[in-house]
């Protein structure tokens, strides 16, 4: 059998900036032939627009699961996998993006099973890290009387995120002070003290030499590891997971499944307007939702009055930017098949030109109410969502 593909694996909570780093890393490093398997927890239309961009001139193909979650690792996991593999020799190196609110722990699993471990080998696990939003002190611990459900929720998945990372990604850092990236360092290694490296990624760019090619889990080509619970302990240990002799590495162990088993309260959904957007109203309703509803996330695209191109929307808590982009449309999503292939040119999506919506974003919270939601875009934009 041919030598095993590398994978390397993105995991970051909600707005950390993964797709944004992913695009990046694809469009700058033009010459290596990238399979990418991407899903996000909603429909997200502007993560699509920035990977067609990224692979509009590049050897990459991106695989997006439509049908469930990376983080179960399940059959459209692996078929998925095993579709890439058959096409191996186009392919230099595997990059999964799971969702905002996974542990990537069933991937790693998954990544040793008999059926993928000769095909395939974990080069290594990346968080990325929000690096104001850590700064604000938003995943502290040892605040529980005082947290609100919801940030307990987000600190969670965070923390778990962590503990699966080999290398942290400090995202975000374009206005931060030196020493303030001295604190939120500090802030990792006391979180996850087994963590590798911790890197820098100004303007959401990362030298793909700190990402690539790493090797930090070798072994695993050699020792395959049995009995790993998917749920219930949320810690394991390997014995002689030492990453290229640096010591032993502990993983969490909590699933995406798992979290929803314990914690349904994460809600997704997406909103639609045929109406075209005044970009100070939309700005006005968003204001005033994020402010006063418990969302961590909202994202996606709105086509305003006057304009030839799309405003797009980027939103982390109460942090939302707005840009406008002239080359890309955006699409309304329909049902697709667990695995889309995307050629590198061309980008044939099938999607219906005539009739996709002018506006749609995609709210991700805790306990949303979506009918609230709807009543104050409603009323601030003066335009019908639903």
């Not at 499944?257 to 997406?270: I, K, T």
């Amino acid at each position: 059998m041919a030598h095993p593909i590398p994978v390397t694996i993105f995991t970051g909570f909600l707005g950390s900036g993964k797709t944004t780093l992913l695009a990046n890393l694809i469009e700058e490093e033009h010459e290596q032939r990238f399979a990418v398997v991407v899903n996000e927890f909603g429909e997200v239309s502007v993560d699509d627009i920035l990977l067609q961009k990224a692979t509009g001139e590049t050897f990459t193909r991106v695989f997006k699961l439509t049908r469930g979650l990376i983080a179960y690792a399940g059959d459209d996991f692996l078929d998925t996998m095993l579709a890439i593999h058959a096409e191996a020799r186009l392919f230099d190196h595997v990059l999964i993006e799971t969702s905002g609110l996974a542990v990537p722990t069933a991937v790693l699993e998954a990544l040793q099973a008999p059926t993928l471990q000769e095909r395939f080998i974990h080069d290594a696990t990346l968080a990325i890290v929000d690096t104001p939003l850590l700064l604000t002190g938003a995943y502290a611990a040892g605040r529980k009387q005082a947290d609100s459900t919801a940030q307990l929720a987000a600190t969670a998945v965070f923390q778990n995120q962590l503990m699966c990372a080999d290398v942290v990604v400090l995202n975000k850092i374009d206005q931060v002070e030196e020493n303030e990236l001295l604190r939120a360092e500090a802030a990792i290694r006391q979180r996850a003290p087994d963590v590798r490296f911790v890197e820098l990624a100004w303007q959401a760019r990362l030298d793909a030499r700190l990402v690539l090619g790493l090797h930090l889990n070798e072994f695993r080509a050699h020792v395959h590891v049995t009995g790993m619970p998917a749920t219930g302990d949320r810690r394991f240990h390997v014995n002689g997971h030492e990453h290229s002799g640096l010591g032993s590495h502990e993983h969490g162990m909590m699933t995406h499944e798992h979290l929803h088993v314990e914690d349904p309260g994460w809600l997704s959904f997406v909103l639609r307007s045929d109406d075209h957007q005044n970009t100070g109203a939309l700005r006005e309703a968003l204001d005033q939702i994020t402010e006063q509803e418990p969302v961590l996330r909202v994202k996606g695209f709105a086509h305003v009055e006057g304009a030839t191109g799309h405003l797009l929307v980027q939103g982390v808590r109460t942090r939302v930017s707005y840009t406008m982009d002239q080359d890309t449309t955006p699409h309304q999503h329909g049902p697709a098949p667990a695995s889309t292939q995307r050629p590198a040119h061309g980008h044939e999506h099938g999607h219906d030109h005539e009739h996709h919506a002018r506006a749609e974003l995609v709210f991700i919270g805790y306990h949303l109410d979506r009918t609230r939601i709807v009543a104050k875009l409603r009323q601030h934009t003066g335009t019908a969502w639903g």
